[in-house]
């Protein structure tokens, strides 16, 4: 472990941005922020080239932005130029999501659903037209969210494949750059919808590829934990054991593609919290074939937690940090790949955004 | 020469802007592109393509007004943030 490294949580929340710092160790944490003037801010990445950080939000009174920092976060600039969907449409209302494709593209997706992209360091956006141009467009509705498009998966290696999701239309996935999309939930149950499953109307909530395996992407849905090994063309329920089909957060290893945690929630019209009150993250290590509770550190009575889609994270060490924020403000670290877990910031406001970054000085 | 009054929140998102910038123009509309000449990217915090966003009010001299309203060349115009509760 190199000395000088130094662990980063990047954490948005409903009144802006907050960063946690501590060394490799990841023991103690210092807290800044808020950051982004106390914008509502709901996806927070790292540019690969540059190390900048992006923000991805939506005031109220200001409309959606998305905001950049070269400096860590010590000063910001915002732009939407082109966030928008012309005079006549509906209003851009927020930016929910990043990516950076591996052209260096930067893709951002926004509600009412829908994916713009730039090509300038995110001083301008284009809108990707050919994914609001599906023939499906007219039916689709949304979640309890918003008409979201929350999940944003660009293929490590070429520029013209990518999936994302949408809440509560499904996984997409464009093969030509975003020309055409093409739905990718066959094999997802959609029981909130009488009848056999459609082929889009479907409620995913997160999804992440394995681990060196483009082609293996694991899903956390209303309606179940999926695991697809052909890009999404056809999906397999991995529920198994856990506890509930329902939650939000999911992350993939950074190395394993065997291993993905996820958080059950109680279902929808049971509270969507932690299962009887009692805190716990669970782990595969066998491609969702067994699950594996952790609950070490983690309150097991009365903990009504909540954690959105994007409110956890891991970070690329060894052993692997993980964090997940709550809906009440806790942000839970854990240093050891989610076996035992500390609770590092207790008074946020609400979380929606959590990312993991690691700096070798 | 009109003066436009800029809310904290807003001016906090551009340095080196000011609440009270001093601009050229014959309506509301116009004294906005030629503010957002010199602070780019303030038009698109306060107006959605042609509209002005839901929970941004704008008064000339104290009168209720939207992106259409004349001004005249000494005229005060306050942008302001709606008050809005809860959170």
């Keep these: 472990m190199n000395r000088s490294t130094r662990a980063l949580l990047l954490v948005g929340t409903a009144k802006g941005a907050f960063l946690l710092e501590s060394d490799a160790g990841r023991t103690n944490w210092s807290l800044r922020g808020p950051l982004c003037e106390g914008w509502p801010i709901h996806d927070l990445i790292v540019e ?35 966030l928008s969907y012309g005079d006549d449409a509906e209003p851009v209302k927020t930016v929910w999501s990043l990516a950076v494709a591996p052209d260096r593209a930067i893709l951002a997706g926004v509600e009412p659903a829908g994916l713009f992209r730039s090509t300038d360091a995110g001083a301008t956006w284009q809108h990707v037209e050919g ?11 949304p979640g309890a969210g918003g008409l979201i498009l929350h ?39 959609a029981d909130f919808i009488p009848g056999p499953p459609p082929e889009t109307g479907h409620c995913v909530h997160k999804f992440a590829a ?6 293996t992407l ?47 929630l109680s279902r929808p019209e049971e509270g969507r919290y932690m299962p009887d009150g009692s805190a716990a993250v669970w782990r595969t290590h066998d491609r969702g074939a067994s699950w594996i509770r952790s609950a070490d550190g983690l309150p097991q009575e009365n903990a009504y937690l909540g954690v959105l889609r994007e409110a956890f994270a891991r970070d690329a060490l060894d052993p692997v940090g993980l964090a997940f924020g709550t809906s009440t403000g806790q942000l839970w670290h854990s240093r050891d790949g989610g076996v035992r877990w ?14 993991a970054l690691v700096l070798d000085a | 020469m009109a003066t436009v009054v800029l809310p904290r929140s807003l001016v906090a998102l551009f340095p080196g802007a000011t609440r009270h910038e001093v601009v050229a123009g014959t309506t509301v509309s116009e004294l906005l592109v030629d503010l957002d000449q010199r602070i780019p990217g ?16 704008v008064y000339v001299d104290g ?25």
């Excluded at chain 2, 007004?65 to 943030?81: G, K, Q």
């Design chain 1, 218 to 264: 694991y899903q956390q849905n209303h309606c179940g934990v999926y695991r697809s090994d052909d890009g999404g063309l056809g999906w397999t329920e991995i529920t198994g054991a856990l506890p509930s089909e329902f939650g939000f957060g999911l992350v993939t290893h950074p190395r394993d593609p065997a291993t993905a945690w996820v958080i059950p």
């Design chain 1, 151 to 189: 999940t944003i998966v660009p293929h490590p290696a070429d520029a013209d494949r990518t999936w994302v999701g949408i809440s509560a239309v499904g996984v997409f996935e464009t093969r030509d750059g975003g020309a055409t999309w093409e739905p990718r939930n066959r094999g997802v149950r």
């Design chain 2, 42 to 57: 303030l038009w698109d915090r306060l107006a959605d393509g042609r509209r002005l966003r839901p929970h941004i009010n």
């Design chain 1, 48 to 82: 690969p080239a540059t190390g900048d950080l992006l923000a991805a939000g939506g005031s109220p009174w200001f409309g959606p932005a998305v905001w950049r920092s070269a400096d860590l976060g010590a000063t910001w600039t915002q732009s939407s130029a082109g």
């Design chain 1, 210 to 215: 394995a681990a060196g395996e483009p082609e």
């Design chain 2, 63 to 87: 009168q209720p007004a939207d992106l259409a309203t004349a001004v005249s060349s000494d005229a005060v115009v306050h942008v302001i943030p709606a008050v809005s509760g809860g959170g």
């Design chain 1, 131 to 141: 994914l609001t141009n599906h023939p499906s467009r007219p039916t689709w509705q």
């Design chain 1, 342 to 355: 500390d609770l590092i910031s207790r008074d946020l406001p609400q979380i929606w955004a959590v990312e």
